[in-house]
């Protein structure tokens, strides 16, 4: 039998992925082999990782056009180590090539996605056949992520495996273990500043709801519409009781979290939302708009949190008044609650996946 040999390939491979990539060194039976697209990108700034078995195919940045050479490294890393396997996202040009490459040379493919958002028919039905030509399996964040591929683009359920959108959990669990309910002085939103996160509907509905009388509002994060949040803040007079931070250190974030005593993503857009594992590993309650698309796993209304609808202010305003209300025991056993359900998505369960695809001899 063939040793399994497989290459994980991302724009740039950060904290996030490279949990992953542990896991799946530990759990999978063959050799993993990492690749990232490019050797710097202009949002994260992650750091590139240092390991024999990985190689940038590109050293400009992630924005920067460099389709050749970016093409031709990966034909080497597929020749040089007689990879059985690819998995990557979908989202851009490069990938197509290095998909349907594969495909050509009988090198089983596995899609990444989180997107659960119809485009409309005409696109729906070309990204279907883009789709079916591509992957040999699809790797999905969650139900609504399943749904769209069987629904949309039409894509045999058989050939989709849910459990992509997975942190390191353990990372944010320390922290947590330490803090007593009167440590809980901020109530947390990370997030990048831009519109779709909603964060201007998150500031005026804090500033009216209880929550404000006992919490300060920490929104970790950076981006276009800072100037913006910070003119809104002073407009309110809310500088003392709302902080823009800008973005902190993957190892800053635990210790946030664990001074925090709920977890707050107000967007009108998330395919998915990471850092609501983080907050839930981190034992924090969560309160989502519906918008996002972690709910159906991850929120389990009136049990770990609330949910309410991000174009809606006085919903939302209840819902922070709701929370308001619930006593120190009641936190506790929400954020009990949350760490019990992220805790059957971690890094761990994502390289299982894997291992099951590449022990799946049929390819439908």
């Not at 050509?104 to 883009?130: A, C, H, M, N, P």
């Not at 005593?261 to 395919?271: G, K, R, V």
């Not at 009136?302 to 619930?326: M, T």
Request: net charge neutral; glycine share 4%; aromatic share 12%.
């Amino acid at each position: 039998m063939k040793k399994e040999s497989i290459l994980l390939i991302w724009d740039r491979i950060g904290d996030y992925h490279y949990a992953r990539v542990k896991a799946c060194e530990k759990i999978l039976q063959g050799e993993v082999f990492t690749a990232d697209l490019a050797g710097t990108d202009a949002l994260y700034k992650w750091k590139s990782i240092e390991h024999t078995k990985h190689t940038i195919l590109s050293i400009k940045s992630a924005e920067e056009p460099d389709f050749m050479n970016r093409f031709f490294a990966f034909r080497k890393i597929i020749k040089s180590h007689s990879i059985t396997t690819v998995a990557m996202p979908y989202g851009r040009s490069e990938y197509h090539v290095f998909l349907l490459y594969a495909r050509l040379k009988g090198i089983r493919t596995i899609v990444f996605s989180e997107s659960w958002y119809s485009r409309g028919l005409v696109k729906d039905f070309l990204k279907s056949i883009l789709l079916k030509t591509l992957g040999s399996k699809f790797f999905v964040s969650g139900q609504r992520a399943h749904h769209h591929f069987t629904t949309n683009y039409n894509i045999h359920s058989d050939k989709i495996k849910i459990g992509y959108s997975v942190v390191d959990n353990e990372h944010f669990i320390q922290a947590s273990n330490n803090t007593s309910p009167s440590d809980k002085k901020y109530v947390i939103c990370v997030a990048r500043y831009s519109e779709e996160k909603n964060l201007e509907f998150l500031i005026r509905c804090f500033a009216t709801s209880v929550l404000s009388e006992k919490y300060t509002l920490l929104i970790i994060g950076d981006g276009p519409q800072r100037s913006v949040l910070n003119q809104l803040i002073e407009s309110l007079a809310l500088t003392d009781k709302v902080k823009l931070t800008g973005w902190v250190s993957y190892k800053e974030l635990p210790a946030l979290y664990a001074s925090s005593a709920c977890f707050i993503l107000p967007s009108t857009f998330e395919p998915w939302g990471l850092v609501v594992n983080e907050a839930m590993a981190a034992s924090l309650p969560i309160l989502l708009s519906r918008a996002c698309g972690c709910c159906p796993e991850l929120l389990e209304d009136d049990r770990n949190g609330f949910v309410f609808d991000p174009l809606n202010s006085l919903e939302c305003i209840a819902v922070f008044n709701r929370f308001a209300e619930l006593s120190d025991e009641d936190i506790h056993q929400f954020g009990t609650h949350s760490k019990k359900l992220i805790d059957q998505l971690s890094p761990q369960t994502w390289a299982r996946v894997i291992e099951e695809i590449t022990h799946d001899t049929v390819q439908i």
